[in-house]
């Protein structure tokens, strides 16, 4: 069983910077996808960044040259390092993993809450 921690989240004014952690219980990032989601209050889950196994990124466009996303083999962590927020990306942000298996197979963290605001 795949376990995922986040951390770092917080509040932040308009325009900041924050850094999201994910810890993982083990070498899991050749085996599967990493990503990161939000849920806004009132929205539906959406995914904002993914990396693959091969460590190749991807983005939402609503956060396309704000947010990065990158892991750190050794430590079995996975990042996201959230610039120039803005109040809409106030969420709680989850991290998740999934092996692309049938049916594919999801394992999410707890979740951190995000508040953009002055």
């Known amino acids: 069983q795949v376990h995922l921690v986040e951390s770092g989240g917080g509040l932040v004014q308009p325009g900041g910077s924050l850094r999201l952690s994910c810890a993982t219980s083990?070498?899991?990032?050749?085996?599967?996808?990493m990503g990161w989601y939000r849920r806004a209050p009132g929205k539906q889950r959406e995914l904002v960044a993914g990396?693959?196994?091969?460590?190749?990124?991807n983005y939402a466009d609503s956060v396309k040259g704000r947010f990065t996303i990158f892991r750190d083999n050794a430590k079995n962590t996975v990042y996201l390092q959230m610039n120039s927020l803005k109040p809409e990306d106030t969420a709680v942000y989850y991290c998740?993993?999934?092996?692309?298996?049938?049916?594919?197979?999801?394992?999410w963290g707890q979740g951190t809450q995000v508040t953009v605001s002055s």
């Open positions: 990396l693959t196994s091969g460590g190749s990124p």
């Open positions: 083990g070498n899991i990032f050749s085996i599967g996808v």
């Open positions: 998740n993993w999934r092996q692309n298996l049938v049916p594919p197979y999801d394992s």
